[in-house]
């Protein structure tokens, strides 16, 4: 019976169960479908129905949880166009989707960066826009994180907004703040969209063109609620501050006020914002925060969204999206109609009983037990999903993270690789053009080794040949000498013929005349054969002188023979000496011949090396001429990506101080002279361009460097220099363009002068220097031992000013007594309290001093630390000053109080002044202080008591004032009309005489604080005409006698935020 009864509620468990899963998996089915389709990569606008589904499943499920779990998966670092549509959907999600949107939203901020900082290294035009658009949702959510009161959609009312700021001055002034920075994340992306669009209707009207104009609906309702923020904001500061403190938030107002103007007026004349929402106008002009009666004028600019829905054209496959989503569970419906037959079919099978009462009631209980467990089972089913959703938040957020750090990494190991390709082709260059130098020098050395070889050989080859002309001169002498010999050989040789023919001649006359003797003695024989004894004798004498002849003649003969052989061997010395010769006339011939072609070889040689060398020489100017064509396109690349900048609107809020700009200045002359000697050089010997590559790659940097910080100074210039500097700024980048230009070309490198640049760059200079403050003239390593001796002499001007203040008021006891003598003792124990405040604000402003210097030197010593911020020690010194200074008059003032010859309103001016200088003080040392330390805390105390103090001192003035001045009444019982009309026209007067005197003051106290804050270091150009008062308004009759306050009982423009060196964004 029990397990019959438990049969309809475990049916309708398992039918609840079932309907309950069927309708989570419909509802993220359509939720994933939506998405998907909502945020894909084709070029066009969002559909609204796909987004009015997003939003409405949020509301449904009391958060974006579903949202995120899919967005999670879509890769959004892949396509720029995916990642705008994700941030358009994301921002109507924040806009109009369920309040706890904000809070899952703020768990995924981190992607939201990452994804943002990823398009914007990319050099896209989506993707800066997409990177605008994740900084823009990043200011919205943390401003509404931390200002919960107004929601996402802007949309509260001036009681909220009063609510929020508060009625401290401090909160107001920081909302306001966030609430600038708010409306320019949102302005700086609708000036980006419309500045990359042309505004043409035909642009407007393309899917593209849409694709990115749709996103500034968004914008536009973000924009005129926010614009309204900002009227009553600043119309709320300046009823608490002075106006020139609020002079930078009125510069900014005014700079958003137009830029807004300019970005409704252009999307009002698009044709693709007439049909989809209706753009306020605002005034003509700005409100006018000086005047509070201006706040009457202003009206709520108010953004109208048609009501007719988006027209939405059907597609094929968008059929099952179209199907109206379940928006009420009707499973709870349906189940009592589903359990009715179950009740019958009990009956019906076990008929009518008796107890069918108490079977009800049992039934009835069982069903209420059945309930409660469903209930519960629905609780912790409730809590396992929970989990469950975090648990698969949690993993799927990793899993996020983890893809976005490998896309990281990939993108990393790509920019790695790429650059370790460079560099190995750098290397491999470098390598190659070493190699080539070395093998140029190699070849260089052995040229000049064979070449001193040649020479060498062509020395011994010229002595040798020298040698053998000294020995063909020989030679040739000796020929001389033996054709000499050989002449005087013939001369003899035909002595000896001739006397050899005259001796035969003479012997043959001899014998012709013997011949004829023995004729003639044979006659005489045959005639005197008597004489023969006679004749025998003659004859025997003959015979004698016959045979001495015939020696003779045999001794002749010898002689000859002797003579023959002589010639002889003279002939044969004579031949093997011409021989000799003519041998040694052809090896020196062969030898001539040798060497004539071994130094026409080694001539060849030589030209053929001069050839190499001229080769390699030209071969050594061109790769020269190609590198430094390489280092100049690099600089020219530098010094156009720095003019780009100044067109760049990320650049404008980039600021830098007028000394930064004179160094980067100077060191850019520095480095012209030395592109100019590098120049020089190159010109004289073309083979070495090392030096003009360094000091080119040197000026490029240092050039875009100056180009860069000077117009970053022109942001916080006045508007003369400025101009000026930003067009020197872009005269500088012409002219090192020119220049450049001129190196590339080999016609033109001849005449490249950077004359011109050093002209511009001095300009630049002389303009930094124009922007300095003045006040300069301590130097840099005193301001240490002046910070130290200007707070010690403020401590005893003030303690010498409490003693002084105690010898008076002993002397007003003495002097003195009844009403003036109390009168006196308020004033100077108020004056003692303001002193004893002061000097605890000055030992605590030093404390912090130490606390900063101890935390920010470093390694560097105390004087260093001055040194490098002298600004800020500057600040500190006047401050000092301005406070002792204030002391000693406040005394001053106080004595001539006490003594009758002074005014009380010198007094309440002094304290006025002791105000502001200690607020100064304030400021200086606050400036570089940590938000969370606690002496900056005590600091803040101290200068409130101080404040404190000094009211006390002019209500202390003030009512002994008022004691002691007596007041006439007015009787004007016995005056008839026309005297009482005489005495109305001289009141008259006397109050124009008067008016007038106090608009002459106001003028000469505008003046005098103008020329205060010119020698202060501050241009007159930016300050407020007239000292923030403009003549034109002040009231010329006032209504009552307190409606307005003379120039002097305002709060002095001293406790102003310190004139400090603004924080250089390029150091």
């Given at each position: 019976?029990?397990?019959?009864?438990?049969?309809?509620?475990?049916?309708?468990?398992?039918?609840?169960?079932?309907?309950?899963?069927?309708?989570?998996?419909?509802?993220?089915?359509?939720?994933?479908?939506?998405?998907?389709?909502?945020?894909?990569?084709?070029?066009?606008?969002?559909?609204?129905?796909?987004?009015?589904?997003?939003?409405?499943?949020?509301?449904?499920?009391?958060?974006?949880?579903?949202?995120?779990?899919?967005?999670?998966?879509?890769?959004?670092?892949?396509?720029?166009?995916?990642?705008?549509?994700?941030?358009?959907?994301?921002?109507?999600?924040?806009?109009?989707?369920?309040?706890?949107?904000?809070?899952?939203?703020?768990?995924?901020?981190?992607?939201?960066?990452?994804?943002?900082?990823?398009?914007?290294?990319?050099?896209?035009?989506?993707?800066?826009?997409?990177?605008?658009?994740?900084?823009?949702?990043?200011?919205?959510?943390?401003?509404?994180?931390?200002?919960?009161?107004?929601?996402?959609?802007?949309?509260?009312?001036?009681?909220?907004?009063?609510?929020?700021?508060?009625?401290?001055?401090?909160?107001?002034?920081?909302?306001?703040?966030?609430?600038?920075?708010?409306?320019?994340?949102?302005?700086?992306?609708?000036?980006?969209?419309?500045?990359?669009?042309?505004?043409?209707?035909?642009?407007?009207?393309?899917?593209?063109?849409?694709?990115?104009?749709?996103?500034?609906?968004?914008?536009?309702?973000?924009?005129?609620?926010?614009?309204?923020?900002?009227?009553?904001?600043?119309?709320?500061?300046?009823?608490?501050?002075?106006?020139?403190?609020?002079?930078?938030?009125?510069?900014?107002?005014?700079?958003?006020?137009?830029?807004?103007?300019?970005?409704?007026?252009?999307?009002?004349?698009?044709?693709?914002?007439?049909?989809?929402?209706?753009?306020?106008?605002?005034?003509?002009?700005?409100?006018?925060?000086?005047?509070?009666?201006?706040?009457?004028?202003?009206?709520?600019?108010?953004?109208?969204?048609?009501?007719?829905?988006?027209?939405?054209?059907?597609?094929?496959?968008?059929?099952?999206?179209?199907?109206?989503?379940?928006?009420?569970?009707?499973?709870?419906?349906?189940?009592?109609?589903?359990?009715?037959?179950?009740?019958?079919?009990?009956?019906?099978?076990?008929?009518?009983?008796?107890?069918?009462?108490?079977?009800?009631?049992?039934?009835?209980?069982?069903?209420?037990?059945?309930?409660?467990?469903?209930?519960?089972?629905?609780?912790?089913?409730?809590?396992?999903?929970?989990?469950?959703?975090?648990?698969?938040?949690?993993?799927?957020?990793?899993?996020?993270?983890?893809?976005?750090?490998?896309?990281?990494?990939?993108?990393?190991?790509?920019?790695?690789?790429?650059?370790?390709?460079a560099t190995r082709r750098r290397n491999a260059e470098h390598e190659i053009v070493q190699a080539t130098f070395g093998e140029a020098e190699t070849r260089v050395q052995a040229t000049e080794q064979r070449y001193t070889k040649l020479k060498e050989k062509h020395t011994e080859l010229v002595s040798s040949h020298a040698e053998l002309l000294r020995k063909s001169a020989d030679t040739v002498k000796i020929l001389s000498a033996t054709h000499q010999n050989q002449e005087e050989v013939e001369r003899t040789k035909q002595q000896l013929a001739f006397e050899v023919d005259r001796i035969k001649l003479d012997a043959d006359m001899k014998l012709e005349e013997q011949k004829f003797e023995m004729k003639k003695l044979k006659?005489?024989?045959?005639?005197?054969?008597?004489?023969?004894?006679?004749?025998?004798?003659?004859?025997?004498?003959?015979?004698?002188?016959?045979?001495?002849?015939?020696?003779?003649?045999?001794?002749?003969?010898?002689?000859?023979?002797?003579?023959?052989?002589?010639?002889?061997?003279?002939?044969?010395?004579?031949?093997?000496?011409?021989?000799?010769?003519?041998?040694?006339?052809?090896?020196?011939?062969?030898?001539?011949?040798?060497?004539?072609?071994?130094?026409?070889?080694?001539?060849?040689?030589?030209?053929?090396?001069?050839?190499?060398?001229?080769?390699?020489?030209?071969?050594?100017?061109?790769?020269?001429?190609?590198?430094?064509?390489?280092?100049?396109?690099?600089?020219?690349?530098?010094?156009?990506?720095?003019?780009?900048?100044?067109?760049?609107?990320?650049?404008?809020?980039?600021?830098?101080?007028?000394?930064?700009?004179?160094?980067?200045?100077?060191?850019?002359?520095?480095?012209?002279?030395?592109?100019?000697?590098?120049?020089?050089?190159?010109?004289?010997?073309?083979?070495?361009?090392?030096?003009?590559?360094?000091?080119?790659?040197?000026?490029?940097?240092?050039?875009?460097?100056?180009?860069?910080?000077?117009?970053?100074?022109?942001?916080?210039?006045?508007?003369?220099?400025?101009?000026?500097?930003?067009?020197?700024?872009?005269?500088?980048?012409?002219?090192?363009?020119?220049?450049?230009?001129?190196?590339?070309?080999?016609?033109?490198?001849?005449?490249?002068?950077?004359?011109?640049?050093?002209?511009?760059?001095?300009?630049?200079?002389?303009?930094?220097?124009?922007?300095?403050?003045?006040?300069?003239?301590?130097?840099?390593?005193?301001?240490?031992?002046?910070?130290?001796?200007?707070?010690?002499?403020?401590?005893?001007?003030?303690?010498?000013?409490?003693?002084?203040?105690?010898?008076?008021?002993?002397?007003?006891?003495?002097?003195?007594?009844?009403?003036?003598?109390?009168?006196?003792?308020?004033?100077?124990?108020?004056?003692?309290?303001?002193?004893?405040?002061?000097?605890?604000?000055?030992?605590?402003?030093?404390?912090?001093?130490?606390?900063?210097?101890?935390?920010?030197?470093?390694?560097?010593?105390?004087?260093?630390?001055?040194?490098?911020?002298?600004?800020?020690?500057?600040?500190?010194?006047?401050?000092?000053?301005?406070?002792?200074?204030?002391?000693?008059?406040?005394?001053?003032?106080?004595?001539?109080?006490?003594?009758?010859?002074?005014?009380?309103?010198?007094?309440?001016?002094?304290?006025?002044?002791?105000?502001?200088?200690?607020?100064?003080?304030?400021?200086?040392?606050?400036?570089?202080?940590?938000?969370?330390?606690?002496?900056?805390?005590?600091?803040?105390?101290?200068?409130?008591?101080?404040?404190?103090?000094?009211?006390?001192?002019?209500?202390?003035?003030?009512?002994?004032?008022?004691?002691?001045?007596?007041?006439?009444?007015?009787?004007?019982?016995?005056?008839?009309?026309?005297?009482?009309?005489?005495?109305?026209?001289?009141?008259?007067?006397?109050?124009?005489?008067?008016?007038?005197?106090?608009?002459?003051?106001?003028?000469?106290?505008?003046?005098?604080?103008?020329?205060?804050?010119?020698?202060?270091?501050?241009?007159?150009?930016?300050?407020?005409?007239?000292?923030?008062?403009?003549?034109?308004?002040?009231?010329?009759?006032?209504?009552?006698?307190?409606?307005?306050?003379?120039?002097?009982?305002?709060?002095?423009?001293?406790?102003?935020?310190?004139?400090?060196?603004?924080?250089?964004?390029?150091?």
């Amino acid at each position: 019976m029990n397990s019959i009864r438990r049969v309809p509620s475990r049916v309708k468990t398992k039918m609840t169960e079932t309907n309950l899963g069927a309708e989570r998996d419909h509802f993220d089915k359509k939720q994933l479908s939506s998405i998907s389709k909502a945020i894909n990569s084709n070029e066009a606008p969002v559909k609204e129905k796909h987004a009015r589904r997003i939003i409405l499943g949020t509301y449904r499920e009391k958060g974006a949880f579903t949202f995120w779990s899919y967005a999670l998966g879509i890769p959004l670092s892949s396509n720029a166009i995916v990642s705008w549509k994700f941030c358009h959907v994301l921002h109507k999600v924040l806009r109009d989707g369920h309040h706890n949107s904000l809070q899952d939203c703020m768990r995924h901020h981190g992607n939201i960066v990452e994804m943002g900082q990823l398009w914007g290294n990319l050099h896209d035009r989506h993707g800066q826009l997409v990177a605008l658009y994740c900084k823009l949702l990043c200011t919205k959510m943390e401003f509404h994180m931390k200002h919960s009161e107004i929601r996402p959609n802007l949309e509260v009312t001036d009681e909220v907004l009063e609510r929020v700021a508060g009625t401290d001055v401090n909160n107001v002034f920081q909302l306001t703040v966030k609430v600038f920075d708010y409306l320019d994340a949102e302005l700086r992306l609708a000036e980006t969209v419309i500045r990359q669009l042309n505004t043409s209707i035909a642009i407007s009207t393309t899917t593209s063109g849409q694709c990115r104009l749709s996103p500034l609906i968004q914008v536009i309702q973000d924009c005129s609620h926010l614009y309204h923020f900002t009227v009553k904001l600043l119309f709320k500061l300046h009823a608490c501050l002075p106006a020139d403190t609020l002079q930078g938030h009125r510069d900014r107002f005014h700079d958003q006020f137009h830029s807004l103007k300019t970005f409704f007026n252009k999307a009002r004349d698009m044709q693709y914002f007439k049909r989809l929402i209706q753009i306020p106008k605002l005034p003509e002009s700005p409100p006018n925060f000086l005047h509070a009666a201006s706040l009457a004028k202003h009206a709520r600019p108010v953004v109208v969204i048609p009501s007719e829905d988006e027209p939405e054209q059907q597609e094929d496959d968008d059929d099952d999206d179209d199907d109206p989503e379940p928006l009420i569970n009707v499973s709870d419906v349906t189940m009592p109609s589903m359990m009715v037959p179950q009740f019958d079919k009990f009956d019906q099978t076990f008929g009518p009983s008796n107890d069918k009462d108490i079977q009800i009631e049992n039934l009835q209980q069982d069903l209420g037990k059945l309930r409660a467990d469903l209930e519960r089972v629905k609780g912790e089913a409730q809590r396992y999903i929970t989990q469950l959703k975090s648990q698969i938040n949690s993993l799927e957020t990793e899993l996020e993270e983890q893809r976005v750090q490998k896309q990281r990494a990939l993108v990393e190991n790509e920019q790695l690789r790429m650059e370790l390709e460079a560099t190995r082709r750098r290397n491999a260059e470098h390598e190659i053009v070493q190699a080539t130098f070395g093998e140029a020098e190699t070849r260089v050395q052995a040229t000049e080794q064979r070449y001193t070889k040649l020479k060498e050989k062509h020395t011994e080859l010229v002595s040798s040949h020298a040698e053998l002309l000294r020995k063909s001169a020989d030679t040739v002498k000796i020929l001389s000498a033996t054709h000499q010999n050989q002449e005087e050989v013939e001369r003899t040789k035909q002595q000896l013929a001739f006397e050899v023919d005259r001796i035969k001649l003479d012997a043959d006359m001899k014998l012709e005349e013997q011949k004829f003797e023995m004729k003639k003695l044979k006659r005489d024989f045959e005639e005197k054969r008597a004489e023969v004894e006679h004749v025998k004798g003659t004859l025997q004498r003959t015979e004698k002188v016959g045979e001495q002849l015939t020696s003779s003649m045999l001794a002749l003969q010898v002689e000859k023979e002797r003579l023959m052989r002589s010639a002889s061997e003279k002939e044969a010395e004579l031949s093997s000496l011409s021989q000799a010769a003519q041998l040694q006339q052809s090896s020196l011939q062969q030898e001539r011949d040798r060497s004539t072609r071994e130094l026409g070889e080694l001539q060849g040689k030589l030209q053929e090396k001069s050839r190499r060398e001229v080769q390699l020489q030209q071969k050594l100017l061109e790769e020269q001429f190609s590198l430094l064509q390489g280092t100049v396109s690099e600089a020219e690349y530098i010094i156009q990506d720095a003019v780009a900048k100044l067109d760049d609107p990320l650049h404008i809020r980039c600021t830098s101080s007028p000394d930064y700009l004179v160094s980067r200045a100077e060191a850019t002359l520095g480095s012209i002279d030395k592109v100019k000697k590098g120049h020089s050089d190159y010109l004289t010997n073309m083979g070495d361009a090392g030096g003009l590559l360094r000091a080119l790659t040197n000026f490029s940097h240092l050039a875009a460097d100056t180009i860069i910080n000077g117009s970053a100074t022109a942001h916080l210039a006045p508007t003369d220099h400025a101009d000026r500097l930003t067009e020197n700024c872009r005269g500088c980048a012409t002219q090192s363009l020119q220049f450049l230009k001129d190196l590339k070309s080999k016609a033109s490198l001849q005449r490249a002068d950077p004359a011109s640049i050093r002209i511009v760059v001095e300009k630049i200079m002389k303009l930094g220097e124009e922007l300095r403050p003045k006040g300069m003239d301590v130097r840099q390593d005193e301001l240490g031992d002046l910070v130290d001796k200007e707070m010690a002499a403020t401590s005893a001007a003030i303690e010498k000013a409490v003693s002084r203040i105690d010898e008076m008021m002993n002397q007003a006891r003495m002097d003195t007594s009844g009403v003036k003598l109390e009168v006196n003792e308020r004033i100077l124990y108020s004056c003692t309290d303001l002193m004893k405040a002061i000097h605890l604000l000055v030992l605590t402003s030093t404390d912090l001093q130490k606390e900063i210097v101890e935390g920010g030197r470093g390694a560097a010593t105390i004087k260093e630390f001055y040194a490098r911020n002298s600004r800020w020690t500057e600040g500190l010194i006047s401050a000092s000053k301005a406070v002792g200074w204030g002391a000693t008059q406040m005394v001053e003032s106080a004595d001539k109080v006490v003594l009758h010859t002074g005014k009380y309103e010198e007094l309440i001016v002094c304290s006025h002044e002791i105000a502001a200088s200690t607020a100064q003080l304030v400021a200086s040392s606050k400036v570089k202080a940590d938000r969370n330390s606690t002496k900056l805390t005590a600091l803040q105390q101290a200068s409130r008591h101080v404040n404190e103090m000094a009211a006390n001192v002019v209500a202390s003035t003030k009512t002994g004032q008022e004691h002691l001045e007596d007041k006439d009444t007015m009787d004007f019982s016995g005056m008839s009309l026309i005297k009482l009309k005489m005495e109305e026209m001289e009141s008259q007067v006397k109050v124009l005489e008067l008016e007038n005197q106090l608009g002459n003051e106001r003028l000469r106290l505008g003046e005098l604080r103008k020329k205060h804050y010119n020698i202060a270091g501050v241009p007159a150009a930016d300050l407020p005409e007239g000292n923030g008062l403009d003549p034109l308004l002040a009231p010329v009759a006032p209504s009552s006698p307190k409606s307005s306050k003379p120039s002097v009982m305002r709060k002095p423009d001293l406790a102003q935020k310190p004139n400090l060196t603004p924080k250089n964004m390029f150091r």
